[in-house]
């Protein structure tokens, strides 16, 4: 069963830092991970989707790296602001054919950036 | 364009009573999908479905989950008999189609079972 761990599990930095959010994952079957954010009582907010045969990908301040074989997933945020405080997610897809298989998620990074 | 819809956005109901939950998907999505976030559990995949196909129900938690879509859009998850152990924020996601195609979110229904 695949199991997605997300470490650490709370970081509080001050504004201006720049960060990493480390994902790691059981079984590397997979199709794609995709990385989210969260705010307190909201939905999720697709960041990044990184394709199996990708190695990373870049929006903004956002760089989202893929190293499928050691079955780790980074986020890394540059130049941290305080409206990116929030719950951040990691999500793969397995390769399983046919069956339920969903996204499975980790537990989340809950990320506070000090003004 | 629209995002994913989903409503009520709460619902609070008696232990015993059954509830529908409702999702509209992002037009031209094929896929959708359900999950369930518990506090302290994070998120589960309770269901998919992709088109019109019979959705696999095997991620569901038990025999009074059930899920319908109709006409390949709108989907709708019931839940008979209501537990407290249901209480969860319901999320609603849908995709181009299946496997490689990012997911969007609704933003949920918070489900309170007293």
């Known amino acids: 069963k695949q199991e997605v761990t997300q470490i650490p599990a709370a970081l509080s930095v001050p504004e201006g830092e720049n960060l990493v959010l480390n994902c790691s994952f059981t079984d590397s079957a997979i199709y794609n991970l995709q990385w989210f954010r969260q705010d307190p009582g909201k939905g999720l907010t697709s960041l990044l989707l990184?394709?199996?045969?990708?190695r990373e990908q870049t929006s903004g301040r956002l760089n989202a790296s893929l190293d499928k074989s050691s079955g780790r997933s980074t986020l890394y945020i540059a130049a941290s602001q305080p409206g990116d405080s929030a719950t951040y997610l990691c999500?793969?897809?397995?390769?399983?054919?046919?069956?339920?298989?969903?996204?499975?998620f980790g537990k989340g990074t809950h990320l506070i950036i000090q003004p | 364009g629209a995002g994913v819809s989903q409503s009520p956005s709460n619902k609070v109901t008696e232990k015993g009573k059954d509830v529908e939950l409702r999702c509209d998907p992002i037009s031209g999505h094929t896929a959708l999908y359900w999950y369930r976030q518990s506090l302290g559990q994070g998120l589960e995949f309770l269901i998919y479905f992709q088109g019109n196909s019979a959705p696999d129900k095997s991620g569901l938690p038990s025999d009074r989950f059930s899920a319908e879509r109709t006409g390949g859009s709108v989907s709708t998850l019931t839940i008979q008999r209501t537990q407290q152990e249901d209480s969860a924020v319901y999320l609603c996601?849908?995709?181009?189609?299946?496997?490689?195609?990012?997911?969007?979110f609704g933003p949920g229904t918070r489900l309170t079972v007293t």
């Open positions: 996601a849908s995709s181009l189609a299946y496997s490689s195609y990012e997911q969007y």
């Open positions: 990184i394709q199996s045969s990708q």
């Open positions: 999500a793969v897809r397995l390769l399983s054919g046919g069956g339920a298989d969903g996204l499975t």
